[in-house]
């Protein structure tokens, strides 16, 4: 089946294992909160337990260092594509609020980005991922 838009998440390729699993997984929250039709329907096995939903299609995830993450971000501002981003300063944090002041103290083109996530038009994000490899 293919879909009419794509997510795509792009992890900055230097960080420790246990931050990029981190950083995957607030950065598809964010898609989640922002589009809900892009959730599935609860699961359930043949015993009738159930589980959450899950985002229904695919999540690409590409390796990026810190100036082609940039690049990507630039890309989504300017196709009117609203990211959800994850800075360094963030795994200094500790709870939501926190997370959102360090971001606030830090002018766009200053972002020590480490990830950033989008879901749009299957064309548009493959404008914005141009040149990225799929993370390794």
């Given at each position: 089946m293919q879909?009419?838009?794509?997510?795509?998440?792009?992890?900055?390729?230097?960080?420790?294992?246990?931050?990029?699993?981190?950083?995957?997984s607030f950065?598809t929250?964010?898609v989640?909160?922002?589009?809900p039709?892009?959730?599935?329907?609860?699961?359930?096995?043949?015993?009738s337990?159930?589980y959450l939903?899950l985002?229904?299609?695919?999540?690409?995830?590409?390796?990026?260092?810190?100036?082609?993450?940039?690049?990507a971000?630039?890309?989504?501002?300017?196709?009117?594509v609203?990211?959800a981003v994850y800075t360094?300063?963030?795994?200094?944090t500790t709870?939501?609020?926190?997370?959102?002041?360090?971001?606030r103290?830090?002018?766009?083109?200053?972002?020590?980005l480490?990830?950033?996530?989008m879901?749009?038009?299957?064309?548009?994000i493959d404008?914005?991922?141009?040149?990225?490899?799929?993370?390794?």
């Open positions: 879909f009419d838009t794509k997510i795509a998440v792009v992890i900055r390729n230097d960080l420790q294992a246990w931050q990029k699993l981190n950083v995957a950065l929250s964010g989640a909160a922002a589009f039709e892009c959730i599935g329907e609860p699961y359930e096995d043949a015993s337990t159930q939903s985002i229904g299609q695919p999540i690409l995830i590409y390796g990026a260092d810190g100036p082609a993450l940039s690049r971000l630039d890309r989504a501002l300017t196709r009117n609203k990211p360094e300063d963030m795994f200094t709870h939501d609020a926190a997370n959102r002041e360090v971001v103290a830090v002018a766009r083109a200053d972002l020590n480490v990830g950033i996530a879901r749009a038009e299957r064309k548009v404008k914005i991922v141009d040149g990225l490899k799929f993370h390794s």
